[in-house]
C-alpha cells in the first residue's frame, strides 16, 4: 500500500512539473552569464545609464561594481550579486517573456533573495523586482523594501494611475487602506538564508474590482490583494522586468509563468530540489 502511494505521488507530482513547465515564459538562474536560461522573448539583460534614459541602452554582459555572478552562493549554485542605487538601471524586455493580456490577465512572478534589509540596504525605497513600462504607481507590478528601519517588505501591484487613484495624490496623502500592497507582518530575510518571493495574479484587465493576488513566503500564502479593479495597459514594447533597483543583495531562480499558479504549485517550485533548471531538463 505504501509503494502504491508512493508511485501516486510521485505521479501527481511529475504531472504538475510538466504543467508548471509548459506555462513558464521567462527564466534566469544566473548559473553562468546574466542570460536568461528560458526566455519566450528576448534573453539578454540590457542597461540604461537613468530610469528617464531607458531607450538609450546596450547588453549588459561585464562583471563589474554593480551586477556579478558569484559561484557558489546561489540557492543553486550560483547566484547574481547586485549592488546598485539608483543609476544606471537593469533589465530584461518585457515583450514574450511577460505574456500580457490585454483581457482577463493572469500570471505568476517567483524568485529567491537573500540579504538582510536593515543591514546591507542603501538608503531609500528598494524595489528588488519591478514589471513595468511607465514608473512604480502608474501600471506596475512589484515588491520593495520601505526607507525606514525596520524595513518592511510589500507586495504591490498599481493599476494604471487614473484608475487606482483619478485624483492623483501625493502619496502621503493616499490612505493605508486604499494603498494597493500587501506588507508583511514577520521580515523572514536574512544574510545567511534565501527567502522564496512569489505573486500569482488573475483576473486582471476585466473592468471590474474582481482583479486578486495571492503573495507567498517561502512556499506559505503571505496574504491576498483584492477588490480593486486591476486595469493594466502597458505597451509590450516598452515593458520590462526592471532588476536591483536601490538594492543591494542576492537574486537567483527568476521565473516568471503565463497563469496563476496555485498555491500547490508554489510550494513545488519551493521546494525543488535543483531549481527550475530541474523542469526544463528532458
Given at each position: 500500500m505504501?509503494?502504491?502511494?508512493?508511485?501516486v505521488?510521485?505521479?501527481?507530482?511529475s504531472?504538475?512539473?510538466?504543467e508548471i513547465?509548459?506555462s513558464?515564459?521567462?527564466?534566469?538562474?544566473f548559473?553562468?552569464s546574466?542570460k536568461?536560461?528560458?526566455?519566450?522573448?528576448?534573453p539578454?539583460?540590457?542597461t540604461a545609464?537613468?530610469?528617464d534614459q531607458?531607450?538609450?541602452?546596450?547588453?549588459?554582459?561585464?562583471q563589474?561594481?554593480?551586477?556579478?555572478?558569484?559561484k557558489?552562493?546561489?540557492?543553486?549554485?550560483?547566484a547574481?550579486w547586485?549592488?546598485?542605487q539608483h543609476d544606471?538601471v537593469?533589465?530584461?524586455?518585457?515583450?514574450s517573456?511577460?505574456t500580457?493580456?490585454?483581457?482577463?490577465?493572469s500570471?505568476t512572478i517567483?524568485?529567491?533573495?537573500r540579504?538582510?534589509?536593515?543591514e546591507?540596504?542603501?538608503n531609500?525605497?528598494?524595489?528588488?523586482?519591478?514589471?513595468?513600462?511607465r514608473t512604480?504607481n502608474d501600471?506596475?507590478?512589484?515588491?520593495?523594501?520601505?526607507?525606514?528601519?525596520?524595513?518592511?517588505f510589500?507586495?504591490?501591484?498599481?493599476?494604471?494611475?487614473?484608475?487606482?487613484?483619478?485624483?492623483?495624490r501625493?502619496?502621503?496623502?493616499?490612505?493605508?487602506?486604499e494603498?494597493p500592497?500587501?506588507?508583511?507582518?514577520?521580515n523572514?530575510f536574512s544574510?545567511?538564508?534565501?527567502?522564496?518571493v512569489a505573486?500569482?495574479f488573475?483576473?486582471f484587465n476585466?473592468?471590474?474590482?474582481?482583479g486578486?493576488?495571492?503573495?507567498?513566503?517561502?512556499?506559505?500564502?503571505?496574504?491576498?490583494?483584492?477588490g480593486?479593479e486591476?486595469?493594466?495597459?502597458?505597451?509590450p514594447e516598452?515593458?520590462?522586468?526592471?532588476?536591483?533597483?536601490?538594492f543591494?543583495?542576492?537574486?537567483?531562480?527568476?521565473?516568471?509563468?503565463?497563469?496563476?499558479l496555485?498555491?500547490?504549485?508554489?510550494?513545488?517550485?519551493?521546494?525543488?530540489?535543483?531549481?527550475?533548471?530541474?523542469?526544463?531538463?528532458?
Amino acid at each position: 500500500m505504501l509503494y502504491l502511494l508512493f508511485i501516486v505521488s510521485c505521479g501527481e507530482r511529475s504531472d504538475t512539473y510538466d504543467e508548471i513547465k509548459q506555462s513558464l515564459s521567462f527564466y534566469a538562474s544566473f548559473d553562468e552569464s546574466f542570460k536568461a536560461d528560458y526566455a519566450l522573448g528576448d534573453p539578454d539583460l540590457y542597461t540604461a545609464p537613468h530610469w528617464d534614459q531607458r531607450k538609450n541602452v546596450e547588453i549588459y554582459t561585464d562583471q563589474d561594481k554593480y551586477l556579478q555572478i558569484h559561484k557558489g552562493e546561489g540557492r543553486y549554485k550560483n547566484a547574481l550579486w547586485i549592488d546598485s542605487q539608483h543609476d544606471p538601471v537593469f533589465f530584461y524586455k518585457g515583450r514574450s517573456n511577460i505574456t500580457y493580456n490585454r483581457q482577463n490577465w493572469s500570471g505568476t512572478i517567483s524568485f529567491w533573495i537573500r540579504l538582510h534589509p536593515d543591514e546591507e540596504l542603501h538608503n531609500g525605497y528598494s524595489d528588488p523586482i519591478q514589471l513595468t513600462s511607465r514608473t512604480w504607481n502608474d501600471g506596475s507590478i512589484f515588491v520593495d523594501f520601505t526607507d525606514e528601519e525596520p524595513r518592511d517588505f510589500r507586495f504591490a501591484v498599481f493599476a494604471d494611475r487614473n484608475v487606482w487613484d483619478s485624483e492623483e495624490r501625493e502619496w502621503d496623502e493616499v490612505p493605508i487602506d486604499e494603498r494597493p500592497m500587501v506588507e508583511l507582518l514577520n521580515n523572514p530575510f536574512s544574510t545567511n538564508e534565501w527567502t522564496h518571493v512569489a505573486m500569482a495574479f488573475s483576473n486582471f484587465n476585466t473592468g471590474s474590482n474582481d482583479g486578486i493576488v495571492y503573495c507567498y513566503i517561502n512556499g506559505q500564502n503571505a496574504g491576498i490583494l483584492e477588490g480593486h479593479e486591476q486595469t493594466i495597459t502597458w505597451d509590450p514594447e516598452e515593458v520590462a522586468i526592471w532588476f536591483g533597483y536601490n538594492f543591494r543583495g542576492y537574486f537567483d531562480e527568476v521565473s516568471i509563468y503565463n497563469r496563476d499558479l496555485t498555491g500547490n504549485e508554489i510550494s513545488q517550485i519551493y521546494s525543488l530540489e535543483n531549481g527550475i533548471g530541474d523542469l526544463l531538463d528532458p
